[in-house]
């Protein structure tokens, strides 16, 4: 993900304030921790209410301090997402039942009537389709830099940066999600992954890996911490692509061998990739260009989710675990994630990080007018020629221990 993507001040939500009755707790001087923990704490939960279909949303509007700037965009951040949110569900012919979040407060600072903070969000996620019984839970995590302010006994919210993949994941200030149902037709499962030998792509290490070092979503591993082995570049461009590389070529992920353009080089502090590594349009020319992938198609979400002569199921319906989805906006790829399976109806779904997802439904957060690519990994069916691979400067380089 590019740097402008995390460095712009992270568009924000609104509804048309209600400043009626507030779920905001009251204030209490001096404010300990566990008063502001037990704050922030009301805070989310009542964020995470709002986004259950049907709910009211009035309530989770109602702690902005709308006398100052930051407070009313933070404010429309809030009303922009959870409209996106309701849009997309009623779109692809779904409903939330369940939204649990869990905070943690990393940072924090009181100075009289104003707390500012660093808080980090889990949140889990439960949707049902009509007629289904399975319950569908995905995962996301955000990372809020956020200021309270005291007024009349009641903390608001002044300030709230953060991007959280639910409906700003985008170069558009207000996205709207595209239209199309999610199921079309009868549910059709992709094939599972074949086993392969070793050094060879391994599909389901790759999503394996993923699931593992998924963040702070929600159903992630690791105890939601990236892999240490490899730098986190969320505040150095965004750390999407290093992501999806590790997924693919770790050892303990999807096993490709890495080549003089796409690489990690390891040391204690650190590391660092290639640009092929953790940069978005690069990484994508590697891929095409070095023989490890395919792009099977490239289109709008109803391009690609609409059945059709070539794809009877849907361009997106034909991606395995391990395949990888690009997101193109004006005209750049800015964000990639990687397929870790499908939902109850076939729906794919994937991980991914800087906005860190766990099994989130592929085009969840991105603008109707946003161009999908999908790439197919070769998985050992079609091998490189030996000509072909010096030609690339490809090696069999080994990972260290």
């Not at 999503?207 to 969320?234: E, I, M, Q, S, V």
């Not at 005209?331 to 994630?337: L, N, Q, S, T």
């Not at 999908?372 to 080994?398: M, P, V, Y």
Request: with cysteine; aromatic share 10%; glycine share 10%.
């Amino acid at each position: 993900m590019l740097l402008r993507k995390i460095v712009l001040p992270l568009i924000i939500i609104s509804m048309t304030g209600i400043l009626g009755a507030s779920n905001c707790p009251a204030a209490g001087s001096p404010v300990s921790k566990k008063e502001l923990e037990t704050t922030v704490k009301q805070i989310f939960e009542t964020r995470a209410r709002a986004i259950i279909t049907g709910a009211d949303p009035a309530p989770v509007l109602a702690c902005y301090d709308t006398g100052a700037r930051l407070g009313r965009w933070a404010l429309a951040h809030e009303e922009h997402k959870l409209n996106f949110v309701q849009q997309w569900a009623k779109k692809r012919g779904l409903r939330f039942i369940e939204a649990k979040p869990s905070i943690h407060i990393t940072w924090f600072r009181v100075r009289g009537d104003t707390a500012e903070f660093i808080v980090h969000q889990t949140l889990q996620l439960g949707y049902v389709y009509p007629k289904d019984p399975a319950v569908n839970r995905f995962g996301i995590g955000t990372r809020h830099w956020m200021e309270l302010v005291k007024r009349d006994g009641k903390w608001l919210i002044r300030k709230d940066f953060y991007t959280d993949g639910l409906g700003d994941d985008t170069l558009v200030p207000k996205p709207t999600p595209a239209d199309g149902a999610a199921c079309i037709g009868a549910v059709v499962k992709s094939s599972p992954a074949k086993n392969y030998s070793p050094g060879i792509f391994d599909r389901e290490g790759a999503a394996r890996y993923a699931d593992k070092y998924a963040g702070l979503a929600w159903g992630a591993g690791n105890n939601h911490k990236y892999n240490p082995r490899y730098r986190d570049l969320n505040g150095n461009g965004g750390d999407c692509t290093n992501f999806v590389s590790q997924c693919l070529g770790d050892q303990e992920g999807g096993r490709l061998p890495m080549d003089g353009t796409w690489y990690y080089r390891y040391d204690r502090n650190g590391g660092s990739g290639s640009r092929a590594w953790v940069q978005t349009e690069a990484f994508a020319s590697w891929l095409l260009y070095s023989g490890h992938a395919r792009r099977i198609a490239r289109g709008t979400f109803p391009e690609l989710n609409q059945p059709g002569v070539k794809f009877p199921r849907g361009a997106v319906r034909e991606l395995q675990k391990g395949d990888v989805i690009g997101y193109e906006e004006k005209g750049r790829i800015e964000h990639f994630a990687i397929v870790v399976g499908t939902d109850s109806r076939g729906y794919p779904v994937v991980d991914a990080h800087t906005v860190d997802r766990y099994h989130c439904p592929w085009d969840m957060g991105w603008d109707k007018k946003t161009v999908f690519h999908l790439f197919r990994i070769n998985d050992g069916s079609q091998q490189l020629s030996r000509a072909r691979k010096e030609k690339l400067g490809i090696s069999r380089r080994t990972y260290p221990p």
